[in-house]
């Protein structure tokens, strides 16, 4: 599985991005999928995931109430909508697949990763 992950850019604090994440090789359909990212010098962190049939997201408290997660299996491709955003949300965001169809924010969880896409948000 290859995974592409666009949409990144320069946005003003309190504006909105919308990212995406388009898999190809096969289907995600049974994968859950998530969303890190890391900011300079920090850790990868974790900020989404949800479920291969999209009933279970979750959020890190970072991110909870801005950011939604979903999923269009129909075109093997995620979304991460992130609107009020904060300075603190600058990072490169990377996508993920992982191995089973339910997942949460462990690293180990997911084998395929995109190559990220940067995202700034000036004050």
């Known amino acids: 599985v290859q995974l592409q992950a666009s949409g990144g850019g320069l946005v003003q604090a309190g504006g909105s991005l919308r990212l995406s994440c388009a898999a190809s090789g096969r289907t995600i359909s049974n994968n859950a999928m998530g969303w890190y990212r890391r900011g300079a010098g920090k850790e990868r962190e974790f900020v989404a995931a949800i479920s291969f049939d999209s009933r279970s997201p979750i959020y890190a408290d970072s991110v909870k109430g801005r950011f939604t997660i979903s999923r269009d299996n129909a075109k093997n491709s995620m979304f991460l909508q992130m609107n009020s955003l904060k300075p603190e949300d600058t990072a490169v965001y990377y996508c993920?697949?992982?191995?089973?169809?339910?997942?949460?924010?462990?690293?180990?969880?997911?084998?395929?990763w995109g190559q990220g896409t940067q995202v700034t948000v000036s004050s």
């Open positions: 993920a697949a992982a191995r089973g169809s339910y997942s949460g924010d462990d690293v180990g969880d997911y084998r395929y």
